[in-house]
């Protein structure tokens, strides 16, 4: 808790330096820290794996160099300094201006992909970061940060702009996005931290759970939708959020699809074996047994006591539905697939819709089909806000396959609960200001009513409303307010009454049983300053405004405690004209 508070303090020092540099000093560090952490792609891969156990050293190697090469190239000539924008023709100037201090949260199961990501994005935004990783994957986060920073220090990063936390705990990293010189959150982890961070009291980009499912629609390339699902779902072992979980597929080409998920490495396994692998990799908790999570297919079959073909790549198991009842359909975070068979596109929709519904609100689902109609009904009608289509959803979602902005965080929208449903991108680390010039004048009183001029805009008579005068030719004619019936005032005793009547209802009564008695009456004749209370006196349970104008006008005080019932106008009025009297302690 000491090192984030120190660690954010240093950072926000830094970041008054880090707001004035020019667009040429923010690209020349950026580009530095791209340049200098590429060569370590596949050493930072192989201290991940070694480290956490989580995925394969190929597939990490690839994700670091999609960070460290492709989101650099698409962040590069992006304007993050000064003007960023004008529209001429509204006379509209847009200023970027940078959040602040950003607290990024790094997961064990794309640890060094996601430290490169977020250290790019939050600099070429001006932004000073601190780095909290997970305990499992402290080490290689951390030599990802060290060479990235000795990279941007060289460059000209002012001290402190990037920092991360060695001492990693729950508490430290609770204290970080707590602490008020972090400006903005980016949080990426488990269902916990992301709620965390939204509780931290900080405008945070955190991303809900995937749970993909991959339809595959009649006029599917089956060879080509095969080779995708099983692809995404082997990559790294399964372990991106935006990774296949589930198959739905239409009963007419059900047959074809499972003999080309077969020639991809996709072993089918019988019922028994599917609901031992249930009880193996899900927790009572509904979560996925971290001693599978990121293990390859054959390593899984082997703690399941199975042998499975050489070669297998996916574990998958055909289901009758959704839910609780049905364990393996939520997110696996492992190369484990779901299957489910459907007659048509509209049952596959719902059926899709369901997988979503139970963990992948908002995030992903792949369409395999050269039908666009249904393509189109998928994207209308699906609670996901990356609907790839003929391409695996690992890539697809985080922009290496398809032309969304690349990216390692997914925001999930209001479907998931998050602020945005964009893939996270510097853009989302600047606050814009707009500069907008007068274009038009403020419009006449002539020209809001139509006709006639300001002068036919009449003051009102007496009893009569203000404006034109329906009929009159003077103006629209506007409809008159609906006449409301005065309401029957309400004495004094009789609202004491009511008070009393709740207040009896609630258990609460004077001592002795008694009732609350109305307030004192007015007197008509005023006196210049309270009279004290007669002594036995008893306090008055209620007192609203006539009551107070009434002791002034009597020159008497009233008497209350901390029982009285005051309404807000007669404690105003009483206190200005001092007419209170407090029985007691004055709570």
Request: glycine share 10%.
């Amino acid at each position: 808790m000491a090192e984030a508070r120190a660690l954010t303090r240093r950072a926000r020092a830094a970041q008054a330096v880090l707001a004035e540099f020019t667009q040429s000093q923010v690209d020349a560090v950026v580009d530095a820290m791209a340049a200098a952490v590429t060569p370590h792609a596949e050493a930072l891969a192989r201290l991940a794996v070694e480290e956490t156990g989580f995925g394969v050293v190929a597939d990490k190697v690839q994700k670091n160099l999609f960070a460290s090469r492709r989101v650099h190239a698409f962040i590069k000539p992006m304007r993050t300094v000064g003007v960023v924008h004008r529209d001429d023709t509204r006379k509209v100037t847009e200023i970027a201006e940078p959040f602040g201090v950003v607290a990024a949260i790094v997961p064990s199961t794309n640890p060094t992909s996601t430290a490169i990501y977020k250290l790019l994005i939050s600099i070429k935004a001006r932004c000073a970061v601190v780095l909290s990783p997970h305990p499992a994957a402290a080490r290689c986060i951390t030599r990802t940060a060290e060479i990235m920073h000795e990279a941007a220090r060289a460059a000209g990063l002012p001290e402190g702009a990037i920092g991360w936390m060695t001492a990693v705990t729950l508490e430290g990293t609770q204290e970080l996005m707590k602490a008020r010189e972090v400006a903005v959150i980016l949080a990426t982890g488990g269902m916990g931290l992301v709620r965390a961070a939204y509780s931290a009291g900080k405008p945070a980009y955190g991303v809900g759970p995937g749970n993909a499912p991959c339809y595959v629609e009649s006029s599917a390339d089956l060879a080509r939708a095969a080779r995708d699902i099983v692809v995404g779902k082997s990559f790294d072992n399964g372990v991106l959020c935006s990774s296949p979980n589930s198959v739905v597929v239409d009963r007419a080409v059900d047959t074809g699809l499972r003999r080309a998920l077969a020639e991809q490495g996709g072993h089918f396994l019988a019922p028994a074996q599917g609901d031992a692998l249930a009880r193996l990799l899900v927790t009572p908790q509904r979560l996925p047994n971290p001693a599978l999570v990121g293990k390859s297919a054959p390593a899984i079959a082997e703690q399941l006591g199975i042998t499975v073909p050489a070669g297998t790549r996916a574990l998958i198991v055909e289901l009758a539905g959704v839910g609780r009842d049905f364990p393996l359909s939520f997110e696996k975070l492992c190369p484990v697939l779901s299957y489910y068979v459907v007659d048509d596109w509209r049952e596959g929709c719902d059926r899709c819709k369901q997988i979503l519904r139970y963990g992948g609100m908002g995030h992903t689902m792949s369409v395999h089909s050269q039908n666009d109609a249904v393509i189109l009904e998928f994207g209308l009608h699906k609670p996901a806000f990356r609907i790839v289509v003929n391409t695996p959803t690992t890539h697809g979602a985080i922009g290496l396959t398809t032309g969304l902005d690349p990216a390692m965080t997914l925001g999930c929208g209001g479907f998931g609960g998050n602020i945005t449903s964009d893939n996270i991108s510097p853009r989302h680390l600047l606050n814009i200001k707009r500069l907008a010039y007068g274009i038009r004048d403020v419009p006449s009183v002539a020209s809001v009513f139509g006709s006639g001029s300001a002068s036919s805009i009449q003051a009102p008579a007496e009893g009569k409303p203000a404006g034109p005068v329906a009929g009159t030719g003077d103006g629209p004619s506007l409809p008159q307010a609906p006449t409301r019936p005065t309401p029957e005032p309400v004495g004094a005793g009789a609202l004491a009454a009511r008070i009393d009547q709740f207040l009896a209802s609630r258990g609460v009564v004077r001592p002795g049983g008694a009732t609350f008695a109305p307030p004192i009456a007015a007197a008509s004749v005023p006196s210049s300053a309270p009279s004290a209370p007669v002594p036995g006196e008893v306090a008055v349970p209620f007192v609203c405004e006539d009551d107070v104008r009434a002791a002034r006008r009597e020159g008497r005080a009233i008497l209350v405690n901390d029982r009285t019932i005051i309404t807000p106008a007669a404690r105003d009025a009483g206190e200005a004209w001092k007419v209170f009297v407090w029985q007691g302690l004055r709570s």
